[in-house]
């Protein structure tokens, strides 16, 4: 497996003085950049020679992946103008976590829900394909939204999509939110495209680094994982300003589990 971290402008370098192969960078940070301002991300990223692998974040509430205030054109829209970027960066994968994009009302129609969340992944795939980037989407534990709030509903969504380069990420820490964190992986592993590891501080919404009461956890999930076959990318999705001390530990508990 290959360790990265997920960083905004102004932390790269401390990223790469801390030994993370990769970065991950928030899409729609990277969406509402000025010109001159994404210019900058890649000349320091190219400087440093640090690759952006993926997206995380990926929209702001106004995107909306599900629920009412869907506009399809207003996603395909937005997926067009960041694909554009993401081909310039050169990332792997882009994933839909997105919360407030995906939280229903009570009362709202669940097959409607689905079937829009359905046609948003596959025009973001469209928008996506030619520049090389797969879409992955993130189930999230209920405490963060109410649509796709488990693996075994989104692999059948990621597996229904296959043909239209749609994944999963694998995050343990939305995971463990939900009583999922000891499942089995070996089904899931074929349609994992990134992985991500956290803890948090004080509330699911301060992810941080990994806490070194809890490194061992962390080291037998991602042993779990290896055994299951993924050998691909893991970021470290952190909330919280980039803690180069904190973040090289957590590099040093995890990285002979590649």
Same mark, same amino acid.
């Given at each position: ?21 990769? *970065?991950?960078?928030?899409?729609? +940070? ?32 106004? @995107?909306? /992946? ?19 970027? +993401? ?78 380069? @749609? ?35 004080? *509330? ?31 970021? /470290?999705? *952190? ?10 530990? *957590? ?8």
């Amino acid at each position: 497996m290959k360790f990265g971290h997920c960083a905004q402008p102004g932390e790269f370098a401390a990223v790469k003085r801390s030994g993370y192969a990769f *970065t991950e960078l928030r899409g729609k +940070a990277v969406a509402a950049m000025s010109d001159e301002a994404f210019d900058q991300v890649c000349r320091e990223l190219d400087e440093l020679e640090l690759p952006c692998l993926g997206f995380n974040a990926y929209c702001p509430a106004e @995107v909306v /992946i599900a629920g009412p205030g869907y506009d399809r054109a207003n996603t395909r829209a937005y997926a067009a103008r960041l694909a554009a970027r +993401a081909g310039r960066l050169g990332i792997r994968q882009v994933g839909i976590g997105s919360p407030a994009s995906r939280t229903l009302p009570e009362g709202y129609d669940r097959k409607k829900a689905k079937a829009q969340l359905r046609e948003f992944l596959m025009d973001t795939a469209e928008c996506f394909d030619p520049v090389g980037v797969k879409v992955a989407l993130e189930p999230l534990a209920p405490c963060f939204c109410n649509c796709v709030n488990d693996y075994d509903e989104g692999e059948a969504i990621a597996r229904a999509l296959q043909p239209h380069k @749609v994944g999963l990420i694998l995050d343990f820490l939305n995971m463990e939110l939900s009583g999922e964190d000891e499942r089995e992986l070996l089904t899931l592993v074929p349609s994992v495209l990134h992985t991500h590891i956290s803890d948090y501080d004080g *509330t699911p919404y301060r992810r941080d680094e990994l806490k070194p009461a809890y490194y061992e956890r962390h080291r037998e999930r991602l042993r779990r994982l290896k055994a299951a076959g993924y050998d691909g990318s893991v970021s /470290i999705e *952190t909330d919280l300003p980039y803690d180069e001390e904190r973040a090289q530990q *957590t590099l040093l508990a995890i990285r002979d589990i590649g």
